[in-house]
């Protein structure tokens, strides 16, 4: 019996060095929050440890709401959203003492996309309104090759849902037949293998298997998104505990910098001049 | 010491023995306290039965009936599939293989079972799909049927063990009886020892469609995620399972959506519990009819 217990104390003593060992070993700053900003956030931190050994970075997905919850409970560092926080978001924070700094970080441009084999070559906003709502419902309607149009959409508590209700259906409820994927890359490779369906990802997640239709006679580029020209296009944001200081300022410069941009630019979004 | 040192051993494994049961509890507590909230605000009847579920629409419609209807149609599809593979299975390994074939069948069951069940999701959601889709010419392979396919093949192993279980269980008696009074081994079979495993290989079915209507990731992936009935077999589905899978991660803390999730866990929780009770029933007269005592 007693060596039991000396097993149980040896474990226990073990498992605190061990712990504390980890946690001295530097600062670590918590990301969480959109799947849409993700890639940013993990390529541009991956970069910023290489060239900080220093600090631990350590991002995480859950979506926008996810990361700002966690902001204001505390367990992060930095919350990346695809939409700006909202009003009761920001006096949730302000009751529990966290005063929210809004950092724009790239745009980011909802591009609707179709199977390669779709004959269609343009879309206006209200045809992918009504398509999305359920008044149109074959292909034939929109002057392409007949066929049921298979809509595909985000969960309703996706980031990239958020911004396309806004951005395109003024917050009318999409058709309930719609088919829910979980993920941007989901949408495009559902997309990529059916050919009847439409649906919108991020521009960053654009494949050369499906094909994207310009909205509005205007085609979704680096230029058109920057600008607002085109017009399904958002801002995405990193939110902070007040103004950045210290090792989290450092990595928002350098999210920023040029370097930075450079890394936006590669995943497909739009960086900031 | 000694009788210090039995005590406290004695101690630790009832404390281990009924760790399962503060789960439980735990977990009812939970499942009743979080869904209270939703059903004092909104009516328990037309949520049940409501046809519209648009958790995050302003003002926000929890119409659950989509949802039940799609994992009750997908888990029935399942065990079309799992019956009578499974059953035919455990026929098979118990009344024709030989000793070799049943070293190989029973591991490869079992390795089925093993198998995560976010794989099944990949391989139906990338193989399985696009392949229907060719092959059947319909407008996406993500819908009810090819959710129950996948499903029933995830239900196999259950179904076939237990059935092969419930089948060994039959005393030899009986059929060495049944063989000396001339019968056929078909005879012997089909009115012997069918009737005997009868309600244990009930249970194993029981337990498989606990399996199926309980899997969540699976369906997720495969069945399409569309909060409609159905017009057919081949139109995209949304379970209850998915739908807590899919939203609960960013349904705002506190809030009716969050509410209305645990309320789906809750009737989801009965569900099984139903299908774990009749099962459990069943089984008992099972043991009792072959004079196994209980």
């Not at chain 1, 919108?200 to 909205?215: A, F, R, S």
Request: with cysteine.
């Amino acid at each position: 019996m007693k060596g039991f217990f000396k097993i149980i104390l040896l474990t226990a003593i073990s498992m605190i060095l061990i712990s504390s060992g980890v946690f001295a070993a530097g600062t670590t700053i918590t990301i969480k929050g959109s799947t849409t900003v993700l890639p940013i956030a993990q390529s541009t931190a991956e970069a910023f440890m290489d060239a900080n050994p220093g600090i631990n970075i350590s991002v995480q997905g859950g979506g926008s709401s996810v990361g700002i919850t966690s902001l204001i409970d505390g367990t992060c560092d930095i919350a990346d959203s695809s939409r700006q926080i909202k009003k009761e978001e920001i006096e949730k924070a302000k009751k529990k003492g966290v005063n929210v700094n809004e950092i724009k970080i790239a745009m980011d441009g909802i591009v609707i996309i179709v199977n390669p084999r779709n004959s269609i070559k343009a879309i206006t906003r209200q045809q992918i309104k009504d398509i999305y709502t359920g008044k149109i419902s074959d292909w034939s309607e929109l002057g392409a090759k007949p066929g049921k149009i298979v809509v595909l959409s985000r969960d309703t508590s996706s980031g990239t849902y958020e911004a396309f209700e806004v951005l395109a259906l003024n917050k009318e409820k999409v058709r309930a037949d719609a088919l829910i994927n979980a993920s941007n890359q989901a949408i495009a490779s559902t997309v990529g293998t059916t050919p009847g369906a439409i649906g919108y990802v991020g521009h960053g997640y654009l494949t050369k298997k499906v094909k994207d239709i310009p909205v509005e006679g205007i085609k979704a580029t680096k230029q058109t998104i920057l600008s607002g020209k085109y017009s399904l296009s958002r801002p995405l944001f990193m939110y902070t505990n007040g103004k950045p200081a210290g090792d989290i300022k450092k990595f928002i410069d350098f999210v920023l910098s040029k370097e930075g941009k450079k890394m936006v630019e590669e995943e497909g979004f739009v960086g900031l001049k | 010491m000694n009788s210090l040192k039995e005590r406290l051993i004695k101690l630790v494994f009832t404390l281990l023995a009924f760790s399962s049961l503060v789960f439980l509890i735990g977990i009812i507590i939970t499942l009743f306290k979080e869904s209270y909230p939703f059903f004092r605000q909104f009516d328990v009847f037309t949520s049940i039965f409501g046809l519209y579920w648009y958790p995050t629409a302003e003002p926000p419609e929890f119409g659950m009936f989509t949802l039940i209807f799609a994992s009750i149609a997908v888990t029935a599809g399942a065990m079309i599939v799992c019956v009578p593979i499974g059953i035919g299975t455990a026929l098979y390994i118990h009344e024709i293989a030989d000793h070799k074939q049943r070293s190989v069948l029973k591991p490869v069951i079992e390795i089925l079972a093993g198998i995560p069940s976010i794989v099944y999701g990949f391989f139906g959601m990338l193989i399985v799909a696009p392949f229907l889709q060719e092959l059947l010419g319909i407008p996406t392979g993500l819908n009810a049927f090819t959710a129950s396919l996948v499903l029933g093949v995830m239900a196999i192993p259950t179904v076939s063990s237990l059935s092969e279980d419930a089948l060994s269980f039959v005393p030899r008696s009986f059929r060495e009886a049944s063989l000396a009074l001339g019968a056929t081994r078909w005879q012997t079979l089909t009115k012997v020892i069918l009737p005997a495993a009868g309600s244990g290989i009930s249970t194993a079915v029981i337990l498989g469609m606990s399996r199926a209507v309980g899997e969540t990731m699976t369906v997720l992936m495969v069945a399409g995620g569309a909060a409609v009935i159905p017009k057919s077999i081949f139109d995209p589905v949304r379970p209850m399972t998915s739908t807590i899978a899919a939203e609960m991660g960013e349904a705002a803390m506190g809030s009716p959506h969050y509410h209305a999730l645990f309320a789906i866990g809750l009737i989801l929780f009965m569900i099984t519990l139903a299908f774990n009770i009749i099962a459990e029933i069943v089984s008992r007269r099972f043991r009792l009819k072959l004079g196994l005592g209980r």
